[in-house]
């Protein structure tokens, strides 16, 4: 590891970790360390990938804290998958962030490969895909809403993503036949494989990351956090505040890297749909500092993919509807690391250049358009990036 002290914080898929952990990151603020940055890595396939993340960008940090601050710092590690721009997931990835499904993922992967052209292909695929999500017969899951493409017709469904990824009518080919459809089919396997993430990340973060804070909070009142995410590593540290009593507020900052969540989040009614809440409605006002959030238009995974994923999901419009070039233009389905946060008014907007020279504001929603740093979604190993985390939790030397 490139920083001391450092520690390693572990959750399982749901949530749950070993005993003692919160005892070290207190026994830290007791040994003088007046600054804890929590970094939650994104879809990182191992361990051992994501302390190389880790190691990587905190590098930097201990050039840039002001006299007089000593920094502890800690990763999260939980059972996450490689996150790329190829439409399928890679097959030893599944199975190893799914242990438990792999009779589903290898005979999905079976039937990708082949590409028959039969109906009852179809009705096998879709089936497995619910099995892959934990969605019952009834078409329910235990936590939450069932996005509509995992309940709809998988012909359809496989038309759809077909029709999206080519931005055309949403059919095979002419003279492709049903045989011509599997390329959205290899689209679904994995939007299946992002929305068993998206719920494992929210899930750890509530239920794991938030209630240790608290934990910490408690016997070391004056431990100053700042977390950091980057990709669904966003989404984790952003519902940690869920789990967060609150009363207890021990978190000064929060930076988003990227973040692969809804850049309505933390909005108290959607614009298209003034009725309902962001999911995390008022949960940046339990950050005492600012709540950063990193974004940039290089991203094609948050300009292309998050948009398609959270359509396909329902996450604001019926499935029915024609996906095609447009989903991606929508601001319904904008990702928070693609264009910032939306719908918070009073939140600030700045550039790279000017964060880095005059910092960031104290408080608040803040978005940082970083895309001169940032030209793909797993390009956060960068010495900007630091400065930003730096700036906002006030421990830098400015």
Not at 370 to 393: K, Q, Y
Request: net charge neutral.
């Amino acid at each position: 590891m490139s920083v001391d002290p450092y520690r390693e914080i572990v959750f399982d898929r749901d949530g749950d970790g070993p005993a003692g952990q919160a005892a070290e990151l207190v026994a830290l603020a007791r040994r003088g360390v007046t600054d804890l940055v929590v970094f939650a890595h994104g879809w990182n396939n191992s361990p051992s990938g994501a302390t190389r993340l880790y190691a990587d960008f905190f590098a930097p940090f201990p050039e840039l804290l002001a006299p007089g601050v000593e920094a502890g710092y800690a990763g999260v590690v939980w059972p996450s998958m490689m996150f790329t721009d190829e439409p399928v997931p890679d097959f030893r990835a599944l199975v190893t962030t799914l242990p438990e499904k792999e009779r589903a993922v290898v005979r999905l992967t079976e039937i990708l490969a082949l590409a028959p052209p039969e109906e009852a292909a179809f009705a096998e695929f879709g089936a497995l895909l619910r099995e892959l999500a934990d969605v019952d017969g009834a078409g329910f899951a235990a936590d939450g809403p069932v996005p509509d493409f995992l309940l709809a017709d998988p012909v359809e469904t496989c038309a759809l993503f077909t029709g999206a990824l080519e931005a055309a009518a949403p059919r095979a080919l002419p003279g492709d036949g049903l045989g011509g459809l599997w390329k959205g089919g290899r689209e679904a396997l994995r939007q299946a494989a992002y929305y068993v993430m998206k719920k494992r990340a929210g899930r750890v973060g509530e239920r794991g990351l938030g209630p240790l804070l608290a934990e910490v909070a408690r016997a070391a009142p004056g431990l100053r956090v700042h977390l950091v995410g980057h990709s669904m590593g966003a989404r984790l540290v952003a519902y940690s505040l869920r789990g967060l009593p609150g009363a207890l507020r021990p978190v000064r900052s929060m930076t988003l890297l990227q973040g692969a969540f809804s850049h309505y989040a933390f909005a108290a009614r959607l614009p298209h749909d003034p009725g309902r809440p962001g999911a995390l409605r008022d949960m940046q006002l339990r950050v005492r500092g600012p709540v950063v959030a990193c974004h940039s238009r290089h991203d094609a995974a948050l300009g292309v993919m998050y948009p398609l994923a959270s359509r396909a999901a329902r996450d604001s419009a019926s499935f029915a509807e024609p996906l095609g070039r447009a989903v991606a233009r929508d601001p319904r389905w904008g990702a928070i690391g693609w264009d910032g946060v939306q719908g918070v008014p009073g939140s600030a907007r700045r550039t790279l250049a000017t964060v880095l020279r005059d910092g960031v504001p104290a408080s608040g929603c803040v978005s940082v358009d970083v895309a001169e740093a940032v030209r793909s979604h797993g390009d956060v190993r960068r010495p900007e990036l630091a400065g930003v985390v730096v700036s906002a939790a006030r421990i830098g030397r400015r």
